[in-house]
């Protein structure tokens, strides 16, 4: 018989205890215990990043991350991005704009990478939030929607 | 960009998806999303044998294991109608005697967790008695080649062959459909012709790898009704399959269906809800079976193929006549296979003129995942090999590729064969826009460097039905019903658009429907890019009915005619004074909350109702050392008729391209021994946004001849289609290598790189030894 | 990894385990002597993970994440010591690391993905032994030590890359990774990832201690670990006629290789020198 372990996480910005067992993927706490179904399994291999999370700022691969990996961290799902009144934030904004998403599988996944880059930068000379984003998948959009988002948030950035 | 002038209000407009607000924010609810409570969750059982008796299956031990509700077999499908397919029905619901493939589900579980159906799944005992395996066309066509079947022909719901064709179903062992066609006097054209080629084509086995796997609930309160929810693409064509594979009737089969996440053709036709079903109805308990996306690549993909082209040319190098010789690797079920190598056998001639050709495709069993049907259907094949020969040609008589296409192209108004459809857009212009774009920029003197052009034209909107409801409430929004499903093409925007424009209201009050078929209208399934002209057609005309139904209402309130009034903006307008729709509903009226609703269903004939044309250039970088190949240049051009919403369409080109770069690139599912070796989403390399070119174009066209509403036509299957001949022809450009087989790894590049380099000294008049 | 298609891999297929979270290397040790090898150590997590999910069933997994000692860059006079539980994305952008190699931090800036860096640790990805892992290649090109303490003898044991390759099937279970040492000399490097994930190459230049350059190549892709050779002699000149026979004589001594999902080892003969002359052509450059 497991043993369950108990974790403590701040998620989405409110403080998250449970009880677990060991091997739980933080993916299924997230989408079958805490019923936060925005963030969404397609590969179940880490090839595809539907299922990007951040911890601790991070955007790392939920379906590769046990939920006892999280205790003690800082935890960002897709559920927590948008404004408090459910209004769009800048990121998700510009892919709106430019055409994404089409199916929106791969969606929650690419907005939490893009947040994670945002929370990042400028920190860090030499990332490129392109070369983030070759992490992730989609098959419905030959990437150009996510191409001409990034440009426009450049864009915005540099104040044009 | 040739552009309509747009006096519309919403048709002709950029819109953001109705949906995308709620798949930004994560709110977006998919199938793979969807709970019952109480329900079971089934996992597959897969045969690790490509070819192999079933003697036994003792799943005891596993019945036996806490939690486990229930197991299903072959055992299970004693009367049922048990097998299932597009045309021909020869794929069991659940391996039956026999299994054919590696990966076939042999045995499925249902229990109260998947954790605990997964590991009830280890303790069940198959015994195999195996067989060899028939892993290629090659293999299972050799003389005392191990045959799949034992013979006898399975059901089958084959249509009568089109015009100029004729079809045989199953007449050898391991050959499931035999197609051919043929207008003109093809041996009497060919021995007219100053010059004859025949080339071979190869294609791997290219996997649609959705990001949603394939997933399926299922509710069967007793023997005489099921409920079923699923990310299918055709959810009238599963209720029939349904209520005939269970002996049901079928309004007592309910399928539901919301967003999709990617379906690319892999997720039309009957799939895994069939298991779904068989476990719900044995335990008497909802089941949930969801794949993982590798179980998903294994369930269906398209197909490998070899194609001989023989084409022959004019002295003055006009088109004359082709003959096309395909053997598709079917795998080992039918599915939509049937109906790829009739679509395929009836479109050789491409986007040019011929005075005849014949073709012949057959689909071959081979003990393989099961292929069906995929972008394009078959187009892409069909493209890959003409348009690489177009370009060999033209290099053998001597003539630039592009002017060889150019003086070949078929006119508009006129038609390629009998009874085809006659050219519904201007094949020159877009050839002619996407040409000039590329010359303008490229200094393709660059070593390695070099520009390649291919061009398609896939017919759409055949054989479809589709129906559409639209309702308009007294408060100002307006119901959109619809039995298209939403895979990502944004079709439920497409569909708002045209709503808003027949209405004149704005497209934030109309809401699409998810789908119910207990109470959305039917369509024959989201696949040939029908759902704009089609399903648009049906919106458009229930609207316009529902709109004649407010001023029905009007006229009795405001005791006028009909004629002295119309709607706009919700409200009705007689003279100068108007009236909020709302405002003349009296709330005391007997029909309390009356809703005004008009239903349209629309039947497209055989044959193609729309071509959608597709012209690309690409440019390509290759590394002569390393046969590794760049594509630094894409420009894709495509007439949709009108746009009905244009960055939709250009969305559609970009994201189809894609898979064409994939295809021509690394996109192949290989088997050694019977196994496949690549089909999982980390051994399948598929593109990433670093494959895709920066410069990269895509240009819509409207040249305004589609049967759509407001002049539409669909777009979303011609994408991949030119891509991977668009780069063999840069290639051969770049460094003299052609390339017949895809995809176009850098292997197989390098050596067709050195096979080359003795041709390409002798006719620059260099000899080997002076290096 | 070959993936059985009899049962799907999935993470509702990962067993259930006991969790031990050690704080010290000493608790770790004990915890790797006792159970020998029915336990696996979970870093970053990401091969615990996809092995469980194919169905491997550790009875124990031993998370080393929090242990005090094993993460982290330290720089010293002579060499770096990487703690081998540092995450690949604090080793790239670690400042220190930036000035005294910074070659080293742009080959790592380059594994996998984002994703993948930001979770996997050096010691993981050295200890899994993937075929298409990288940082074995790199460290054996740069000549790095590993450092494992015994965890049946108790006594640390420095060990060079070939040596461990050598020695790794029979003692993965007793030996206990706590850093990877990389000596701080003039350093030239140079890869190329073309062809990921089948194979890539890597290569660098170094003094040695007298002072002399030394040159490596090493390729992933082989199940049996990187394959190395050593450059039979260095040159820095990119004109010099005798460049294309350095590198073909270099990657000669580069045994076969064999990868199940190809490409096929003729490709691999023909192209493996081509890059080799190239990553010598870039180096020589560099150090110029």
Same mark, same amino acid.
């Given at each position: 018989?497991?043993?369950?372990?108990?974790?403590?996480?701040?998620?989405?910005?409110?403080?998250?205890?449970?009880?677990?067992?060991?091997?739980?993927?933080?993916?299924?706490?997230?989408?079958?215990?805490?019923?936060?179904?925005?963030?969404?399994?397609?590969?179940?291999?880490?090839?595809?990043?539907?299922?990007?999370?951040?911890?601790?700022?991070?955007?790392?691969?939920?379906?590769?991350?046990?939920?006892?990996?999280?205790?003690?961290?800082?935890?960002?799902?897709?559920?927590?991005?948008?404004?408090?009144?459910?209004?769009?934030?800048?990121?998700?904004?510009?892919?709106?704009?430019?055409?994404?998403?089409?199916?929106?599988?791969?969606?929650?996944?690419?907005?939490?990478?893009?947040?994670?880059?945002?929370?990042?930068?400028?920190?860090?000379?030499?990332?490129?939030?392109?070369?983030?984003?070759?992490?992730?998948?989609?098959?419905?959009?030959?990437?150009?929607?996510?191409?001409?988002?990034?440009?426009?948030?450049?864009?915005?950035?540099?104040?044009? | 960009?040739?552009?309509?002038?747009?006096?519309?209000?919403?048709?002709?407009?950029?819109?953001?998806?109705?949906?995308?607000?709620?798949?930004?924010?994560?709110?977006?609810?998919?199938?793979?999303?969807?709970?019952?409570?109480?329900?079971?969750?089934?996992?597959?059982?897969?045969?690790?044998?490509?070819?192999?008796?079933?003697?036994?299956?003792?799943?005891?031990?596993?019945?036996?294991?806490?939690?486990?509700?229930?197991?299903?077999?072959?055992?299970?499908?004693?009367?049922?109608?048990?097998?299932?397919?597009?045309?021909?029905?020869?794929?069991?619901?659940?391996?039956?005697?026999?299994?054919?493939?590696?990966?076939?589900?042999?045995?499925?579980?249902?229990?109260?967790?998947?954790?605990?159906?997964?590991?009830?799944?280890?303790?069940?005992?198959?015994?195999?008695?195996?067989?060899?395996?028939?892993?290629?066309?090659?293999?299972?066509?050799?003389?005392?080649?191990?045959?799949?079947?034992?013979?006898?022909?399975?059901?089958?719901?084959?249509?009568?062959?089109?015009?100029?064709?004729?079809?045989?179903?199953?007449?050898?062992?391991?050959?499931?459909?035999?197609?051919?066609?043929?207008?003109?006097?093809?041996?009497?054209?060919?021995?007219?012709?100053?010059?004859?080629?025949?080339?071979?084509?190869?294609?791997?086995?290219?996997?649609?790898?959705?990001?949603?796997?394939?997933?399926?609930?299922?509710?069967?309160?007793?023997?005489?009704?099921?409920?079923?929810?699923?990310?299918?693409?055709?959810?009238?064509?599963?209720?029939?399959?349904?209520?005939?594979?269970?002996?049901?009737?079928?309004?007592?089969?309910?399928?539901?269906?919301?967003?999709?996440?990617?379906?690319?053709?892999?997720?039309?036709?009957?799939?895994?809800?069939?298991?779904?079903?068989?476990?719900?109805?044995?335990?008497?308990?909802?089941?949930?079976?969801?794949?993982?996306?590798?179980?998903?690549?294994?369930?269906?993909?398209?197909?490998?193929?070899?194609?001989?082209?023989?084409?022959?040319?004019?002295?003055?190098?006009?088109?004359?006549?082709?003959?096309?010789?395909?053997?598709?690797?079917?795998?080992?079920?039918?599915?939509?296979?049937?109906?790829?190598?009739?679509?395929?056998?009836?479109?050789?001639?491409?986007?040019?003129?011929?005075?005849?050709?014949?073709?012949?495709?057959?689909?071959?069993?081979?003990?393989?995942?099961?292929?069906?049907?995929?972008?394009?259907?078959?187009?892409?094949?069909?493209?890959?090999?003409?348009?690489?020969?177009?370009?060999?040609?033209?290099?053998?008589?001597?003539?630039?590729?592009?002017?060889?296409?150019?003086?070949?192209?078929?006119?508009?108004?006129?038609?390629?064969?009998?009874?085809?459809?006659?050219?519904?857009?201007?094949?020159?212009?877009?050839?002619?826009?996407?040409?000039?774009?590329?010359?303008?920029?490229?200094?393709?003197?660059?070593?390695?460097?070099?520009?390649?052009?291919?061009?398609?034209?896939?017919?759409?909107?055949?054989?479809?039905?589709?129906?559409?409801?639209?309702?308009?409430?007294?408060?100002?929004?307006?119901?959109?019903?619809?039995?298209?499903?939403?895979?990502?093409?944004?079709?439920?925007?497409?569909?708002?658009? =045209?709503?808003?424009?027949?209405?004149?209201?704005?497209?934030?009050?109309?809401?699409?429907?998810?789908?119910?078929?207990?109470?959305?209208?039917?369509?024959?399934?989201?696949?040939?890019?029908?759902?704009?002209?089609?399903?648009?057609?049906?919106?458009?005309?229930?609207?316009?009915?529902?709109?004649?139904?407010?001023?029905?209402?009007?006229?009795?309130?405001?005791?006028?005619?009909?004629?002295?009034?119309?709607?706009?903006?919700?409200?009705?307008?007689?003279?100068?004074?108007?009236?909020?729709?709302?405002?003349?509903?009296?709330?005391?009226?007997?029909?309390?909350?009356?809703?005004?609703?008009?239903?349209?269903?629309?039947?497209?004939?055989?044959?193609?109702?729309?071509?959608?044309?597709?012209?690309?250039?690409?440019?390509?970088?290759?590394?002569?050392?390393?046969?590794?190949?760049?594509?630094?240049?894409? =420009?894709?051009?495509?007439?949709?008729?009108?746009?009905?919403?244009?960055?939709?369409?250009?969305?559609?080109?970009?994201?189809?391209?894609?898979?064409?770069?994939?295809?021509?690139?690394?996109?192949?599912?290989?088997?050694?021994?019977?196994?496949?070796?690549?089909?999982?989403?980390?051994?399948?390399?598929?593109?990433?946004?670093?494959?895709?070119?920066?410069?990269?174009?895509?240009?819509?066209?409207?040249?305004?001849?589609?049967?759509?509403?407001?002049?539409?036509?669909?777009?979303?299957?011609?994408?991949?289609?030119?891509?991977?001949?668009?780069?063999?022809?840069?290639?051969?450009?770049?460094?003299?290598?052609?390339?017949?087989?895809?995809?176009?790894?850098?292997?197989?590049?390098?050596?067709?790189?050195?096979?080359?380099?003795?041709?390409?000294?002798?006719?620059?008049?260099?000899?080997?030894?002076?290096? | 990894?070959?993936?059985?298609?009899?049962?799907?891999?999935?993470?509702?297929?990962?067993?259930?385990?006991?969790?031990?979270?050690?704080?010290?290397?000493?608790?770790?040790?004990?915890?790797?002597?006792?159970?020998?090898?029915?336990?696996?150590?979970?870093?970053?997590?990401?091969?615990?993970?996809?092995?469980?999910?194919?169905?491997?069933?550790?009875?124990?997994?031993?998370?080393? *994440?929090?242990?005090?000692?094993?993460?982290?860059?330290?720089?010293?006079?002579?060499?770096?010591?990487?703690?081998?539980?540092?995450?690949?994305?604090?080793?790239?952008?670690?400042?220190?690391?930036?000035?005294?190699?910074?070659?080293?931090?742009?080959?790592?800036?380059?594994?996998?993905?984002?994703?993948?860096?930001?979770?996997?640790?050096?010691?993981?990805?050295?200890?899994?032994?993937?075929?298409?892992?990288?940082?074995?290649?790199?460290?054996?090109?740069?000549?790095?030590?590993?450092?494992?303490?015994?965890?049946?003898?108790?006594?640390?044991?420095?060990?060079?890359?070939?040596?461990?390759?050598?020695?790794?099937?029979?003692?993965?279970?007793?030996?206990?990774?706590?850093?990877?040492?990389?000596?701080?000399?003039?350093?030239?490097?140079?890869?190329?990832? *073309?062809?990921?994930?089948?194979?890539?190459?890597?290569?660098?230049? *170094?003094?040695?201690?007298?002072?002399?350059?030394?040159?490596?190549?090493?390729?992933?892709?082989?199940?049996?670990?990187?394959?190395?050779?050593?450059?039979?002699?260095?040159?820095?000149?990119?004109?010099?006629?005798?460049?294309?026979?350095?590198? *073909?004589?270099?990657?000669?001594?580069?045994?076969?290789?064999?990868?199940?999902?190809?490409?096929?080892?003729?490709?691999?003969?023909?192209?493996?020198?081509?890059?080799?002359?190239?990553?010598?052509?870039?180096?020589?450059?560099?150090?110029?």
């Amino acid at each position: 018989m497991m043993e369950t372990i108990h974790i403590s996480i701040r998620l989405n910005g409110r403080l998250q205890t449970a009880d677990i067992a060991p091997n739980l993927m933080l993916v299924d706490f997230l989408r079958e215990h805490l019923g936060l179904q925005g963030t969404k399994l397609a590969c179940d291999q880490g090839a595809c990043g539907a299922c990007t999370v951040l911890i601790d700022g991070r955007p790392m691969t939920s379906c590769l991350t046990f939920a006892f990996a999280a205790d003690g961290a800082d935890i960002l799902t897709i559920e927590g991005v948008s404004r408090d009144n459910g209004t769009l934030n800048q990121v998700q904004k510009a892919l709106h704009a430019c055409g994404v998403p089409q199916c929106g599988f791969c969606t929650p996944g690419m907005v939490m990478m893009m947040e994670g880059f945002a929370g990042q930068n400028p920190h860090l000379p030499g990332q490129s939030l392109e070369t983030w984003m070759n992490a992730n998948l989609c098959r419905c959009s030959g990437y150009q929607g996510f191409r001409r988002a990034l440009s426009h948030l450049a864009d915005e950035a540099n104040g044009s | 960009m040739t552009a309509l002038p747009n006096t519309l209000a919403h048709v002709g407009r950029s819109m953001a998806d109705v949906n995308g607000h709620d798949k930004l924010t994560g709110a977006a609810r998919y199938a793979s999303d969807f709970n019952l409570a109480g329900m079971l969750h089934a996992k597959i059982l897969r045969s690790p044998h490509p070819h192999a008796r079933i003697l036994s299956i003792d799943a005891s031990a596993a019945l036996a294991m806490p939690g486990v509700a229930g197991v299903v077999t072959g055992e299970d499908l004693a009367g049922l109608d048990h097998t299932y397919g597009m045309f021909i029905r020869d794929q069991p619901v659940i391996a039956y005697a026999k299994v054919r493939f590696a990966g076939e589900p042999v045995a499925a579980i249902a229990a109260e967790t998947e954790e605990l159906a997964y590991r009830a799944l280890s303790a069940i005992r198959v015994e195999y008695d195996v067989l060899p395996p028939v892993s290629c066309i090659a293999e299972a066509l050799a003389e005392n080649a191990p045959p799949l079947f034992d013979g006898g022909l399975h059901p089958s719901a084959l249509q009568p062959p089109p015009l100029c064709s004729t079809w045989v179903q199953e007449p050898a062992p391991n050959v499931l459909f035999d197609f051919s066609y043929s207008f003109g006097d093809i041996e009497d054209l060919f021995a007219s012709c100053a010059h004859v080629s025949e080339d071979r084509f190869t294609l791997g086995r290219q996997s649609h790898a959705a990001l949603e796997p394939h997933v399926a609930i299922a509710l069967a309160p007793d023997r005489d009704h099921v409920e079923v929810w699923s990310n299918n693409q055709d959810p009238f064509l599963l209720r029939e399959d349904i209520a005939r594979i269970f002996g049901l009737e079928a309004g007592n089969v309910r399928f539901h269906a919301g967003l999709v996440g990617g379906g690319f053709g892999s997720k039309s036709y009957c799939k895994i809800e069939p298991i779904a079903v068989l476990l719900a109805r044995k335990t008497g308990r909802p089941v949930r079976l969801a794949l993982t996306m590798a179980e998903s690549m294994m369930t269906v993909c398209d197909h490998a193929a070899e194609i001989l082209l023989r084409t022959g040319v004019s002295a003055t190098g006009e088109t004359v006549v082709r003959d096309a010789v395909v053997e598709l690797d079917g795998g080992a079920y039918a599915d939509a296979s049937p109906s790829v190598a009739m679509r395929m056998g009836t479109r050789f001639n491409g986007p040019y003129k011929w005075k005849g050709v014949r073709t012949r495709v057959r689909v071959i069993r081979t003990t393989t995942i099961p292929a069906g049907s995929f972008r394009g259907f078959g187009m892409g094949h069909v493209t890959w090999a003409c348009e690489s020969q177009m370009d060999m040609i033209a290099g053998r008589i001597r003539l630039r590729p592009d002017e060889f296409r150019a003086r070949n192209f078929l006119e508009p108004g006129t038609s390629g064969a009998p009874a085809e459809r006659v050219l519904d857009c201007d094949l020159t212009e877009g050839f002619n826009a996407v040409r000039s774009r590329m010359a303008k920029r490229t200094t393709s003197s660059d070593a390695g460097r070099g520009i390649g052009f291919a061009v398609a034209c896939k017919g759409g909107g055949s054989s479809h039905r589709a129906d559409a409801r639209v309702e308009i409430h007294p408060t100002g929004d307006v119901t959109l019903a619809a039995g298209v499903t939403e895979i990502g093409q944004n079709t439920r925007t497409i569909l708002t658009q =045209i709503a808003a424009e027949v209405l004149g209201v704005d497209p934030v009050r109309i809401k699409v429907v998810n789908i119910d078929t207990h109470a959305t209208p039917f369509d024959s399934g989201t696949h040939a890019s029908n759902g704009a002209t089609v399903a648009g057609l049906a919106v458009r005309d229930a609207a316009t009915k529902a709109a004649a139904e407010v001023l029905l209402f009007a006229a009795r309130q405001l005791k006028c005619g009909v004629e002295e009034l119309s709607f706009r903006q919700m409200r009705i307008l007689h003279g100068a004074s108007s009236y909020l729709l709302g405002d003349l509903v009296d709330p005391q009226a007997q029909d309390d909350h009356p809703s005004f609703s008009g239903a349209a269903s629309i039947q497209t004939p055989g044959g193609s109702l729309f071509w959608m044309p597709i012209w690309t250039a690409a440019e390509v970088e290759v590394d002569e050392e390393t046969g590794i190949v760049r594509l630094t240049r894409l =420009i894709n051009a495509a007439d949709v008729g009108r746009a009905i919403n244009p960055q939709r369409c250009v969305s559609q080109i970009e994201g189809a391209a894609a898979q064409g770069l994939g295809q021509a690139l690394f996109e192949d599912i290989t088997y050694r021994d019977g196994q496949p070796l690549t089909a999982t989403p980390l051994t399948y390399r598929m593109p990433r946004l670093a494959d895709i070119p920066a410069d990269f174009e895509t240009i819509i066209l409207e040249q305004g001849r589609g049967p759509g509403p407001f002049g539409a036509k669909g777009v979303g299957e011609s994408g991949n289609l030119t891509i991977p001949a668009a780069i063999a022809n840069a290639i051969a450009d770049a460094v003299g290598a052609r390339m017949t087989t895809l995809p176009m790894t850098p292997d197989k590049i390098l050596r067709a790189i050195r096979e080359a380099k003795p041709a390409i000294m002798a006719t620059a008049g260099v000899s080997p030894s002076d290096r | 990894m070959m993936d059985d298609c009899t049962i799907s891999a999935s993470r509702k297929r990962v067993a259930d385990f006991r969790l031990h979270r050690p704080e010290t290397i000493d608790e770790t040790c004990d915890l790797l002597a006792r159970f020998a090898n029915g336990a696996m150590l979970h870093a970053g997590g990401i091969d615990v993970a996809n092995r469980m999910k194919r169905g491997c069933t550790p009875p124990h997994v031993i998370a080393v *994440q929090q242990v005090a000692g094993l993460s982290g860059v330290r720089l010293g006079e002579t060499e770096i010591d990487i703690g081998a539980a540092t995450r690949h994305w604090d080793i790239e952008n670690d400042p220190g690391l930036h000035q005294a190699l910074p070659a080293l931090c742009d080959y790592v800036a380059g594994l996998g993905n984002i994703r993948i860096r930001m979770q996997g640790t050096i010691g993981g990805n050295v200890m899994a032994a993937e075929p298409g892992y990288e940082m074995l290649a790199l460290l054996a090109v740069v000549k790095a030590r590993l450092v494992f303490r015994d965890c049946r003898t108790r006594i640390e044991r420095e060990l060079t890359i070939d040596k461990w390759i050598e020695i790794r099937d029979a003692n993965a279970g007793s030996l206990l990774l706590i850093s990877i040492r990389i000596p701080r000399r003039p350093l030239a490097l140079a890869w190329n990832r *073309q062809l990921r994930p089948a194979l890539s190459l890597v290569a660098a230049l *170094q003094s040695d201690e007298a002072g002399r350059m030394r040159g490596r190549a090493a390729v992933t892709g082989s199940a049996s670990g990187p394959l190395i050779a050593d450059l039979p002699f260095a040159s820095h000149a990119a004109d010099n006629p005798g460049f294309g026979l350095t590198a *073909q004589a270099w990657a000669d001594r580069l045994p076969a290789l064999d990868l199940p999902l190809g490409p096929d080892a003729g490709y691999c003969k023909d192209v493996i020198p081509v890059m080799c002359r190239r990553l010598l052509e870039a180096m020589s450059k560099s150090l110029q």
